[in-house]
């Protein structure tokens, strides 16, 4: 064994990947979902759980704030 890694000889501990590596693999994997799509599926989702939060009194009271 290495002292210095706690290996046997011959192997080289892995180095992990870079975050944005990482965070690319977790989209290609389906792990994670971004873009236009994954907003809109988010969207639908919420929409079916908690019903249309942007329902038109509210939309109204907003444009009176502006």
């Known amino acids: 064994m290495s ?10 501990p892995v180095r992990p990947p ?4 990482h965070v690319l693999g977790q989209i290609e994997r389906g792990e ?4 236009r ?3 809109r599926l988010i969207a639908a989702r919420h929409e079916a ?3 249309d939060v942007w329902d038109t009194a509210w ?4 444009g009176e704030t502006k």
């Open 18 to 21: 870079s975050p944005e590596d």
């Open 32 to 35: 994670v979902i971004a873009g």
């Open 3 to 12: 002292r210095r890694t706690g290996l046997p000889p011959g192997l080289n």
């Open 49 to 51: 759980a908690y019903g």
């Open 59 to 62: 939309t109204d009271a907003w």
């Open 37 to 39: 799509e994954g907003a």
